[in-house]
């Protein structure tokens, strides 16, 4: 059974691999919205977003 | 631009989405969040920039007193005007306050702040961590309020309703890392538990054991560390205060443990809890994260209505079309509204004509149509048509954001039944300690090596949450799904007074009748003038007023021909003012009549329904307006409703016999009074309730406001523009009476399930803690058992959320009166 001093550890490198996974899909937010995304799918991408965003050149004009 | 960038001024990582850029000089540095974009531009104003190229390390960890310090960005103009509602010398700011976990942080938080004396008024919900403050802005500004909360170590997060969508979105990634970390390294625990337990009975060698055991310890260590950390933080800044919470007998159980199974592996021998361990913080995790995202969704209401702006609009300037950010668009602006788009900030339309649909703020789906010199409330969305709109609010003085604060503020006002589980729960966790200290004692004498084992169930398996969660959570919820359907609750109150078979008193006037009042006919009595000219006065002495029946003259009113000043209005009588040099009374004949010092001839035997105006002056009565009101297309079906379910209905109205007489007959209302003026209704509905009943006043708001407040709770109905005036505790925000049945559904339900949840925690605790004390369960069974209480009372309390199946006849009269509304608009 002295195999076991080599899988255990083993195993549990993957599970530090695997929570690391998950953190990382945390802090890129992929856990932060379950729903939209999967709507995503149903809605028309081929119509002009509604409201522009404020981008630079808006921020540039004014003034 | 790269995502990988840090924040120019935090170092944070940049969030996704649409970035934000803080204006330094000629460059434009990407920053993470508004916060840092102000104090980035902030110190680069001041002339400070060299600070950027000197600071030793990014922003992230310089720790409280830099914090103390960004709060001085706080007396902006600007962003004191996005957060602070202010109304004379008070003030009021609604925030979100982080590290708040329970009850006893906000006992702490309201015994610090009350020492200060400019605080007015204070109240703060743990469930939401929303407080709302009123305080004297002359005495204390407003960045030294934020220092002094976070003085005591709580995060304050000023909010116009619900910029705190960041917060909780943080605060739900690390409880989801926290759970994750405890159910991985949770399942490998287990799965060395069982090899021991197998190795116990079947034998295995002594340095695959220990060795086991041994790993077993490290894999705890996050559990214990990292997953366990806020029963800990709770449990300190319970004891800190003096009035420990549902954390500490928690945070003992962990920690005690987990030391006894230290010693006992190091030492080779004795007995392991950290299977135990690991299954007490997995589900305890897994019950708090669902709490915690039902307090989200609670919030989700709120910050839907903050989404409902847009980023940008339109102004024209110059004549030319100019999109600008949300933030520069200033009062006398003009707003350029396209099909489509969102209207950006309260005004009136210059030119054009537009279909606006207010589904968002009044659950109406009717579009309505809105012409030029009509009003448009921001947050609603343009279907149809373009048209020019001068902006006469913005920011946090538009309606939008005013409903955002009535949410809030309902949020913050916590009924008594939910204070009383608070301090239950307080006395709850010291019963619950000395029990076990109890259990302890008397378990060395019985079987010593059982003691432990049998002290750390106990402490397990009692769940105060149920007690302390049952309430909040339930009022949460409801208060959300009925904000949904256009019925916003202020204070919470009136959920307890519907449950308490009330009588609703119904004002008449804008309430039960549509509110849209028309002049049916004009009889002119004396004075020798024409329909006409009389007409042209009483509108222009009308226009100071905000009665209902006002409406009925705007029609006639031609600006600049008549030029009226002082004018002064008489609730439930009427106006008086002075019209071309000439004094006017126009309302009840009796008010009118005695500017004249005429009789009032009543002889004119006004048997139908309409409502008669006078208008007269010093020489006595000059004409009479006959004005009819239409019923609400749904009142009789609300009645109807409110009758089914065992309410009892009466009409209390200013009106004449006549015309009450007409719409308590056609709603079938029995118990009806004409002829009041406002100090009759307060009297009936003082001598109502020295009767012992309670009373439900069901009226317009704002001209019926004495007799809303001497109810036991009150609803507004239709209070339009006016909401911030409304005096209820509850508003209607659509045309749709029938909310009012809804909420009085709802509002049982709510109870029902209050009540099934403190007697389910009761029921529990009086089982479970026998039992452990008793021996009967082993840890890990009273780690189970006491997660699943926690699951179930929230679970129960979100049932409120689902909206019903409406059935489907009600479906159909409501599609009915919305496309009879139709035609008639």
Redesign the interface.
């Known amino acids: 059974?002295t195999i076991?001093?080599l899988l255990?550890p083993l195993?549990?490198l993957l599970?530090g691999i695997?929570?690391g996974a998950?953190?990382w899909a945390?802090?890129?937010?992929q856990?932060?919205d379950l729903e939209t995304p999967a709507w995503s799918v149903i809605l028309d991408d081929d119509r002009a977003p509604?409201?522009?965003?404020?981008g630079?050149d808006?921020?540039?004009?004014?003034e | 631009m790269p995502i990988e960038r840090p924040c120019f001024h935090c170092g944070e990582p940049l969030p996704g989405g649409a970035p934000i850029y803080a204006r330094l000089g000629c460059l434009n540095q990407p920053v993470c969040c508004v916060g840092c974009k102000a104090v980035a531009e902030f110190i680069h104003g001041s002339g400070l920039a060299a600070f950027y190229e000197h600071r030793s390390e990014p922003q992230a960890e310089l720790g409280l007193r830099a914090e103390l310090a960004a709060w001085d960005r706080y007396d902006r103009e600007d962003l004191i005007n996005r957060y602070v509602y202010r109304d004379g010398g008070t003030a009021e700011v609604t925030l979100d306050i982080g590290g708040i976990y329970c009850s006893a942080c906000v006992w702490l938080l309201e015994n610090a702040l009350r020492r200060l004396d400019a605080i007015d008024e204070l109240s703060i919900n743990p469930a939401t961590r929303r407080a709302v403050i009123r305080w004297d802005a002359g005495a204390l500004r407003f960045s030294e309020l934020l220092g002094a909360i976070a003085r005591i170590g709580f995060k304050p997060q000023p909010i116009v309703a619900g910029l705190g969508a960041d917060a909780n979105a943080s605060e739900q990634r690390t409880a989801l890392r926290r759970l994750v970390v405890a159910a991985a390294a949770g399942m490998q625990v287990m799965m060395f538990a069982v090899a021991l337990y197998a190795g116990a009975r079947f034998g295995i060698e002594t340095h695959i054991e220990q060795f086991l055991r041994i790993v077993s310890l490290l894999v705890s260590i996050p559990i214990v560390f990292y997953s366990a950390r806020p029963f800990f933080v709770g449990a300190l800044r319970g004891i800190r205060t003096g009035s420990p919470g549902m954390d500490l007998p928690v945070a003992v159980a962990i920690a005690a443990a987990f030391l006894a199974s230290v010693r006992a592996t190091l030492l080779g021998t004795g007995e392991i809890y950290f299977d135990s361990v690991a299954m007490f913080v997995l589900f305890l995790s897994a019950a708090r994260y669902l709490e915690m995202r039902t307090r989200h969704r609670a919030d989700d209401y709120t910050q839907a209505l903050a989404r409902l702006l847009p980023e940008t609009a339109t102004c024209v300037r110059n004549g030319d079309p100019l999109v600008v950010t949300l933030d520069e668009v200033r009062v006398g602006d003009t707003v350029l509204l396209r099909p489509g788009e969102v209207v950006p900030a309260d005004g009136r339309v210059l030119s054009g004509e537009l279909a606006i649909d207010e589904s968002l703020l009044t659950g109406e789906s009717v579009t309505v149509v809105r012409k030029a010199g009509m009003d448009v409330i921001a947050g609603s969305i343009n279907r149809m048509g373009t048209a020019t709109v001068e902006v006469s609010r913005t920011g946090a003085a538009t309606s939008l954001a005013e409903i955002g604060r009535l949410l809030d503020r309902a949020k913050a006002d916590r009924p008594r039944i939910a204070l009383l589980a608070d301090r239950i729960a307080s006395r709850f966790v010291l019963a619950v300690i000395a029990i076990a200290s109890a259990t302890g004692v008397a378990w060395l004498g019985i079987d010593p090596s059982r003691a432990f084992e049998v002290v750390l169930a106990t402490l397990v398996v009692t769940c105060p949450c149920a007690l302390a969660l049952a309430t909040p959570a339930a009022l949460a919820a409801a208060a959300s799904r009925l904000a949904r359907n256009g019925f916003l609750l202020v204070k919470s109150r009136v959920l307890e007074v519907l449950t308490r078979e009330p009588i609703i008193v119904f004002d008449k006037t804008g309430t039960l009748t549509a509110g849209r009042p028309t002049i049916v006919e004009t009889e002119v009595l004396a004075g020798g003038g024409d329909a006409a000219r009389y007409l042209e006065i009483a509108a222009a002495i009308e226009t100071c007023s905000e009665h209902v029946l006002a409406r009925a003259f705007s029609r006639f009113h031609r600006s600049g021909a008549h030029e009226t000043t002082t004018a002064s209005a008489q609730p439930g009588c009427g106006v008086e003012a002075v019209v071309s040099g000439a004094r006017y009374r126009i309302g009840s004949l009796r008010y009118v009549a005695e500017l004249g010092n005429s009789k009032p001839k009543s002889a004119d035997a006004d048997l139908d329904a309409l409502t008669d105006v006078y208008l007269g002056d010093s020489s006595g009565i000059l004409a009479r307006f006959k004005i009819g009101d239409e019923l609400r297309s749904d009142a009789a079906a609300a009645i109807a409703g409110l009758k089914r379910l065992g309410y009892g209905v009466m009409i209390a109205s200013g009106d004449r016999e006549a015309a009450v007489s007409a719409v308590a007959k056609a709603l079938g209302i029995k118990d009806w009074h004409a002829n009041l003026t406002p100090a009759d209704k307060v009297e009936l509905v003082s001598s109502l309730r020295e009767r012992g009943m309670r009373v439900l006043m069901v009226g317009d708001g704002i001209n019926d406001a004495p007799v809303l407040a001497s109810a036991d709770a009150s609803i507004a109905v239709d209070a339009g523009t006016a909401l911030a005036r409304a005096s209820a505790d509850a508003i209607v925000l659509g045309r749709r009476l029938g909310s009012v049945v809804d909420a009085a559904r709802l509002s049982i339900k709510t109870r029902q399930i209050i009540r099934q949840n403190v007697l389910w925690a009761i029921a529990y605790n009086l089982t479970a803690v026998p039992l452990a004390a008793c021996g009967a369960l082993a840890p890990w069974m009273a780690a189970i058992g006491m997660s699943v209480s926690s699951l179930i009372v929230v679970a129960n309390a979100l049932r409120l959320q689902r909206p019903e199946p409406t059935p489907l006849h009600d479906r159909r009269t409501r599609g009915r009166a919305a496309a009879s509304e139709k035609a008639r608009a």
Not at chain 1, 26 to 29: A, I, N, Y
Not at chain 1, 50 to 54: D, E, I, L, N, S
């Open positions: 059974m076991l001093y255990i195993g549990l599970l695997a929570v998950f953190f945390t802090r890129s937010g856990f932060d509604r409201t522009p965003t404020a630079d808006a921020t540039d004009r004014d």
